[in-house]
């Protein structure tokens, strides 16, 4: 996919992000116009690229709708040579900013992994495509902490 797909698909995700997700109603829990369907839809695709661009291994995608209180999340997990990441986008129900989480892993089934790290909606809506790579890769680069706290 090339690079302005995805900064159109970072910008989409960052839109649907600013809108409220978890509607109770709506056709199959998708909330008005089925916004969740298409989040949980733009998030898998996005993430299928970014794991190609990020050249990992071992890779797996996948999108858990949740339920109709909760925006759903999609997730990334794959390998480098000697480390992971896992990458998730959803939206927070307590009403914070912080859309993206991800951190270190040390292996594709690794669920608790290194310490989180954050980035923003704003954050989706304003880097590049390059400087978000530039983010995830600095996590193969510094290799993983898991270091927690006592």
């Known amino acids: 996919m090339s690079v302005k797909s995805q900064e159109k698909n ?30 949980l839809d733009t998030g898998k695709t996005f993430l299928r690229a970014l794991s190609k661009d990020l050249e990992l291994r071992d890779v797996k995608v996948s999108a858990n709708p949740g339920g109709i209180a909760v925006s759903g999340e999609c997730i990334l997990i794959g390998m480098w040579e000697n480390n992971g990441i896992r990458i998730q986008i959803s939206q927070s129900c307590c009403g914070g900013d912080c859309t993206v989480l991800y951190r270190a892993v040390r292996h594709s089934r690794d669920y608790t992994g290194g310490q989180n790290h954050w980035l923003t909606r704003n954050d989706l809506a304003e880097k590049s495509y390059a400087q978000l790579l530039e983010v995830f890769s600095a996590l193969r680069a510094g290799g993983a902490s898991y270091e927690r706290a006592a």
């Open 10 to 39: 970072m910008r989409k995700l960052a839109d649907l992000l600013s809108h409220d997700l978890s509607y109770i109603w709506g056709e199959k829990e998708s909330g008005p116009n089925g916004d969740k369907k298409v989040f």
